[in-house]
């Protein structure tokens, strides 16, 4: 159990297009999702707190207006990066709080690149 | 200087060695520490969860946790080649779907 997915695995676009990616839980109801952003050989930085039905929480430095938010069930969250530049091109990770103590689940991520 | 500092390796040890990773970190508030297991181009998965100071034991990997000393450990004995992988400590302060303060990761290579 306690399975998230994300789609696309890969994706490759062109600059100035938007890119939309998906998060599911695929066996439980998760009401918090978070985004995080990876470049190569580091961390995951935690990009926005999602919690289903409200507005996300963008932490700092994080562009709200680039970078759309939706959660609009308890199993589905989007990511969608607007004009994407070529300075976007990252690993992007979901995660899914399975409402337990600490239980947060991540999916296997999304490859964008930007050309 | 980084809430959370991680030596990022590369290590490389043989088979069947005791791994010894860590995790050094600033923030007094953190009360919860994880350990995570990223493969390449996977997202991470869950290895060890512990709650304030002491010791966890699952399997072949114990997780370590000393306040005091604001340094956290995860051990990982008869490592097999499959073991390989980035570790990442991750952290946080508050209980519940609260965010995490991850390390950099260390990227281990256990050789058959």
């Known amino acids: 159990g306690a399975v998230v997915s994300q789609h696309p695995s890969w994706v490759i676009c062109k600059s100035g297009t938007s890119v939309k990616i998906e998060c599911r839980s695929l066996d439980f109801q998760a009401t918090t999702m978070f985004w995080y952003r990876q470049f190569p050989k580091q961390s995951l930085m935690l990009m926005a707190t999602?919690?289903?039905?409200?507005?996300?929480?963008?932490e700092q430095g994080v562009e709200k207006d680039k970078f759309l938010i939706n959660h609009a069930s308890l199993t589905l969250s989007t990511l969608t990066v607007t004009s994407a530049h070529p300075e976007d091109s990252s690993f992007y990770i979901c995660?899914?709080?399975?409402?337990?103590?600490?239980?947060?689940?991540f999916g296997p991520g999304t490859r964008l690149t930007v050309t | 200087q980084k809430e959370v500092e991680q030596d990022p390796g590369p290590l490389s040890v043989p088979e069947g060695a005791i791994v010894s990773l860590n995790c050094t970190y600033s923030?007094?508030?953190?009360?919860?520490f994880m350990w995570y297991r990223q493969y390449s181009r996977k997202g991470p998965e869950l290895l060890m969860y512990t709650y304030s100071s002491g010791n966890k034991e699952d399997g072949r990997f114990t997780a370590q946790v000393d306040k005091s000393s604001k340094y956290i450990s995860l051990f990982i004995r008869d490592s097999q080649p499959s073991d390989s992988a980035t570790y990442l400590c991750?952290?946080?302060?508050?209980?519940?779907?609260?965010?995490?303060?991850f390390g950099q990761g260390t990227r281990l290579t256990i050789n058959p």
């Open positions: 995660s899914a709080d399975r409402t337990s103590f600490y239980e947060q689940y």
């Open positions: 923030n007094s508030a953190f009360q919860y």
């Open positions: 991750a952290m946080s302060a508050v209980q519940g779907a609260q965010k995490l303060v």
């Open positions: 999602s919690n289903e039905g409200s507005k996300a929480t963008y």
